[in-house]
């Protein structure tokens, strides 16, 4: 079983800054590539920035030169740094990564992590 466990979520004022990480446990034979996602209220789970296990990166517009994603592959993490952030920034943030088991090492799935809150104040 693979399980991701996010933490660094919190309340902060507008400007301020937070660093989210996510670790991945269980059964792993490898992690490809691995990404944030949040998700407000009434609306769908969004892409924020993914991260492909040679480091390369890619970002939604609206955070492009705030955050900052990277990863630790011998920890199984990956981190967001999020700075200058902004009341519109305010969601659920959701841990993404693309795993092969080691009872399935053919087979690459999705797993998500259980989300940990962001609210930014004005």
């Known amino acids: 079983q693979v399980q991701l466990v996010e933490s660094g979520g919190g309340l902060v004022q507008a400007g301020g800054s937070l660093r989210l990480s996510c670790v991945a446990s269980?059964?792993?034979?490898?992690?490809?590539?691995m990404g944030w996602y949040r998700q407000s209220p009434g609306k769908q789970r969004d892409l924020v920035a993914t991260?492909?296990?040679?480091?390369?990166?890619n970002y939604v517009d609206s955070v492009k030169g705030r955050f900052t994603i990277s990863r630790d592959n011998a920890k199984n993490t990956v981190y967001l740094e999020m700075n200058s952030l902004k009341p519109d920034d305010t969601a659920v943030y959701y841990c993404?990564?693309?795993?092969?088991?080691?009872?399935?090492?053919?087979?690459?799935?999705?797993?998500w992590g259980q989300g940990t809150q962001v609210t930014v104040s004005s």
């Open positions: 269980g059964s792993i034979f490898r992690i490809n590539d």
């Open positions: 991260i492909t296990s040679r480091g390369t990166t």
């Open positions: 993404n990564a693309a795993i092969a088991t080691a009872q399935s090492f053919l087979r690459i799935n999705d797993y």
